[in-house]
């Protein structure tokens, strides 16, 4: 808090200079902490160019993890990350309205249950729609492997998940939530 006791800071909030300065600082640090360039900040502060460098230079300095340049996998990256919740999205959305309510979103799939398969079909031709919307027609598959029927229950196979469910199913059974298997 740069020297002041945790009194001196409350009372100085309360101040309407305070509260503006407050915000105000809010902001470039936010700014700051997102890639604002010198020029913005010096703008930002009222300041000259060379005390908006050195407060970005200092910031460097004293979070120095915040302060890297991006991998450029990452960077690469964001358009499909993007493009993908994007297309989430509009199919939620669109499955909403057609009547097509999901249980849960999960990562890029989306779980709901549906009574025959004229509606799963539905489903997926809104998924598709979505994904062509977003992509500008291109053609992007639904993936239908993990269609559950008749009451079946997704399994991840992978050794740590069926650990995870195992402990899972074996508490609920310890409270009395479920029956005893014997």
Partial sequence: MCGLTSLDAKSWKATPEG???????????????????????????GRHPMIGSEVIIRHQQR?????????????????????????????ANRLCDAGLVSSMLVHDGILFELDNEEQVAHAIEIMRGAARDVCGGFEIDVDEDQKLIGGARYRDKRPVAESMWNTVMATLQAIGALPKVG
């Fill in 19 to 45: 509260k503006s300065q407050r915000q105000r600082m809010k902001a470039l640090q936010l700014g700051i902490g997102y890639g604002m360039g010198v020029r913005s900040l010096s703008r930002g502060l």
């Fill in 63 to 91: 979070c120095p993890s915040f302060s890297h340049s991006p991998n450029k996998r990452t960077l690469y990256n964001f358009p499909m990350q993007s493009g993908g919740s994007e297309m989430l999205r509009l199919a």
